[in-house]
């Protein structure tokens, strides 16, 4: 419960925020660049060490990149069609491709399976969800944004992207088996916890509510291939086809359900891809995610 209380108040303090004149609205620049560069990679290093790799954690680890992969399309060839702007495109992808498997998904999967859930929890976030933003997700902001740049130019930017710097030498750890001392991975644990308040704080101080924003049908749009659509084809693409019905799997179909990845819309916005729609998506998403969740929990009883 502690979770979503943090949730909503930092994003309403920053709305409320937008409307004190000698606030500086935008410090927002500045806390994206905190969460990027200094929390999420030490979410990297504390996590990633610690999982134990075998066959099964494909499923799960699978489930990020497909979504993502589903959102590229979708977006990509739909927006080509209808002479949507780059920069249209790309925040959709970014905002709709990525899951909230960290902020939101640990807490609820926590409430709704237990401690025991949060070790596929992790499995979709940090080498599924996490990663892909790391990479593609650095590609995708780098392409949308300058229109076509080189392949020198957009590996530049992936391989100087903090957190997958962080997550390349997590995964060494990981590979030779060794351990931070307890209280470094105490200061990273502590490091981490401040990317929902950091992050939410920043998306509140960027949200509007225009009635006359062009951006309402693309909102509407994002959030059906988010909540829905992308979660659909995830659980029979599981169930059905590779006819997987363990707990592992419900857990996944919730995770890959949650509303859009944080991260992902401060990437948007970092690289001006329309940052007013990129927090709508969240803004909305959120609340929105917890209606079309109970419905998914629902659908996942009957794995």
């Known amino acids: 419960m502690n979770n979503f209380i943090i949730i909503f108040f930092f994003l309403f303090l920053g709305l409320l925020l937008q409307r004190v004149k000698q606030f500086p ?13 200094i929390c999420l990679p030490a979410i990297t290093l504390y996590h990633i060490p610690k999982i134990k790799w075998c066959n099964e954690l494909l499923f799960p ?51 709704l399976f237990g401690k025991k859930g949060l070790e596929t929890a992790v499995l979709v976030d940090q080498p599924g969800t996490f990663v892909v933003v790391s990479t593609l997700g650095v590609f ?64 509140g101080l960027q949200l509007t509510f225009d009635r006359n924003s062009r951006h309402w049908k693309f909102l509407w749009l994002g959030l059906f291939v988010r909540l829905i659509m992308t979660p659909l084809i995830i659980f029979v693409l599981y169930v059905f086809i590779f006819n997987q019905h363990s707990e592992a799997i419900k857990i996944t179909v919730i995770e890959i359900a949650m509303a859009p990845m944080i991260t992902g819309a401060i990437l948007a916005s970092t690289y001006g891809l329309k940052p007013k729609l990129s927090s709508m998506m969240i803004g909305f998403g959120i609340p929105i995610s917890f209606v079309t969740l109970a419905i998914w929990y629902f659908i996942v009883g009957f794995i």
Not at 83 to 111: D, H, Q, R
Not at 173 to 200: D, Y
């Open 61 to 111: 680890i699978g489930a990020g990149w497909i979504s993502f992969f589903l959102a590229f399309v979708f977006f990509h060839f739909f927006g080509r069609r209808l002479g949507w702007s780059n920069k249209l495109i790309g925040c959709l992808v970014l905002t709709a491709g990525l899951s909230n498997s960290s902020f939101l998904g640990y807490p609820i999967i926590e409430a």
């Open 140 to 203: 995708v902001a780098a392409f949308y944004s300058k229109g076509s740049p080189d392949a020198i130019s957009i590996f530049k930017k992936i391989i100087s992207f903090p957190p997958f710097l962080t997550f390349v030498v997590a995964c060494l750890m990981n590979v030779f088996n060794f351990e931070l001392a307890l209280n470094i991975q105490s200061a990273l644990l502590k490091l981490g916890s401040l990317v929902t308040p950091l992050a939410l704080f920043s998306v």
């Open 25 to 37: 609205t935008h410090i927002y620049k500045t806390l994206n660049k905190i969460v990027i560069y």
